[in-house]
């Protein structure tokens, strides 16, 4: 028998935790990705990292380049604030500390993460790969083919290629992605002290969630990292850290600098026809004109992102599907489960795959049947992926149907939504079973 080789479709989160993950297993493993270069694709916005993704990246990177992620991420939020519009706290909960490695919760850029998980894979990763379709052998492998003509064949698909995959559109052309109704404008604003004096101290030192009338909703995080802006690491930074970040060649290919991110979202109706077409300044000018009453500080971020970072994401999640027959070609992340953002999951579920799959092809190359492993990995990654995507869409407003964004209704679930959390946010006990929970479903799969 020759030795187990997996092809991914993807370079994004969860197909290099994999790739890492079987590597480092000694199981032969090539990632075909259709960017062009690492420094390619968007890439823009903050990532939450929790116990579960952390403990999937400490056990399929090789140790020192998990202490260079862990080392790249934007220091932690100290509070989680609920707010208006207007800019006033309905509720501030301060969060946990904690520097443990997996038991905590990270804020990643995007494209800080893709550099972490590219590097030191030139001999895993291709580049300016497009998938098209794959085809069964006789010998039981299977052939990838790409839209310049060539192919790769082996003996296990992994379809990482996110939520438009081709591959899930072959393999389950019956499951479906759709979208919910809700459009989000994505954007960063260089931290300065000009921007940095828009924020009062604790919505700068935390994650935001402005709720508003019609429906809106907006996400503040302000990412400050351990370099500055020519790449240098910051007076002040600890010796391992300082080194790793120094010697780390990703840094080259990574322009994240200190920015506030954020998210603005609203039912797809409220916003313009032909909104998904427009980039920079001109969707600057439609969360702008949608926005006439939010507090002069918080417009004035609108205003000062940099149009370069600004993009509209149409929200989507997929809809459960059956279990299917277990084959050569398996799928994980965002090609099998795509959620909303809404518990801030998507790529912790990518990553508990990654290392699900992981563990299962160990087992293949001790001696077990391939599509076994593959049937396990699918029995435990079906049911979780999917209880995510629901929890994710009952997450208020994230769904284009809920009473948030309906006239008239939308206006006294605003204000029950604010009683609550005033309530919450004053009575003590109140406050530390809030956090409690929030916590506890982050970390419950670590
Ligand atoms: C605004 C926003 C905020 C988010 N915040 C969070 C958060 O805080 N926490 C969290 O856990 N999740 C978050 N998510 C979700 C998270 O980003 C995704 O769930 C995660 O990236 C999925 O990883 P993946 O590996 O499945 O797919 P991706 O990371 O999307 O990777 C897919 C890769 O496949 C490649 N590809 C696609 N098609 C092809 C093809 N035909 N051929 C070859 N390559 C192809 C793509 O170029 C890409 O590199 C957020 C998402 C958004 C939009």
Redo the contacts with the bound molecule.
């Keep these: 028998m020759s030795p187990l080789h997996v092809i991914v479709?993807?370079?994004?989160?969860?197909?290099?935790?994999l790739a890492h993950g079987l590597r480092r297993a000694g199981i032969s493993v090539a990632v075909?990705?259709?960017?062009r270069t690492r420094a390619?694709?968007v890439h823009g916005?903050?990532?939450?990292?929790?116990p579960t993704?952390n403990q999937a990246l400490r056990e399929c990177l090789p140790p020192e380049l998990f202490d260079t992620y862990t080392a790249t991420c934007a220091r932690t939020p100290a509070h989680f604030n609920v707010l208006t519009e207007r800019r006033r706290t309905v509720a501030s909960f301060r969060l946990p500390e904690s520097t443990d490695p997996v038991h905590s919760e990270r804020s990643v850029s995007?494209m800080t993460l893709?550099q972490v998980l590219l590097t030191g894979m030139d001999d895993v990763v291709r580049f300016g790969?497009?998938?098209?379709h794959y085809e069964h052998g006789a010998d039981g492998t299977v052939t990838a083919f790409?839209d310049d003509g060539t192919s790769a064949t082996g003996d296990l698909l992994v379809a990482?290629?996110?939520?438009?995959?081709?591959?899930r559109r072959q393999y389950l052309p019956h499951a479906k992605v759709r979208d919910t109704g809700v459009i989000?404008v994505?954007a960063k604003v260089a931290v300065t002290p000009e921007t940095r004096a828009l924020l009062p101290e604790e919505v700068f030192n935390g994650i935001s969630a402005t709720f508003a009338p019609k429906g809106q909703f907006c996400i503040w995080h302000v990412m400050e990292f351990k370099w500055d802006r020519d790449g240098e690491v910051k007076h002040g930074v600890g010796g391992n850290d300082a080194e790793l970040i120094a010697r780390w060649p990703g840094l080259l290919y990574d322009n994240t600098r200190d920015y506030i991110n954020w998210?603005f979202s609203a039912s797809a109706r409220r916003f313009p026809p032909g909104v998904m077409d427009l980039r920079g300044e001109d969707l600057k000018r439609v969360v702008l004109d949608m926005t006439p009453n939010w507090h002069p500080d918080l417009r004035a971020l609108f205003r000062a992102a940099d149009p370069g970072s600004c993009f509209p994401?149409a929200?989507r999640t997929s809809e459960p599907v059956d279990p299917w027959d277990t084959t050569n070609v398996t799928l994980?992340?965002?090609?099998v489960h795509?959620?909303t953002?809404g518990r801030?999951?998507?790529?912790?579920?990518?990553?508990r795959?990654?290392m699900l799959l992981t563990r299962r092809l160990i087992t293949v190359r001790d001696g077990a049947p391939l599509l076994d492993a593959v049937a396990s990995y699918e029995a435990e990654m079906i049911p979780y992926g999917f209880a995510r995507v629901a929890d994710s869409l009952a997450q208020n407003g994230t769904n284009g149907d809920d009473l948030l964004h309906r006239p008239v209704v939308g206006r006294a679930v605003l204000a029950a939504n604010r009683t609550f959390f005033r309530a919450v946010g004053r009575v003590p006990a109140l406050r530390r079973r809030f956090v409690d929970a929030l916590v506890a479903y982050r970390a419950a799969d670590a």
Excluded: H, Q, W
């Excluded at 916005?45 to 929790?50: A, C, F, L, P």
């Excluded at 994980?332 to 090609?335: E, F, I, K, N, P």
């Design positions: 479709i993807g370079a994004g989160t969860g197909g290099m935790c075909y990705e259709r960017d390619d694709g916005y903050r990532v939450g990292i929790d993704g995007r893709r790969k497009t998938f098209t790409f990482a290629d996110g939520t438009g995959s081709r591959v989000a994505s998210g994401i929200i994980l992340g965002d090609a795509t959620m953002p801030g999951v998507g790529a912790n579920t990518a990553l795959d990654a």
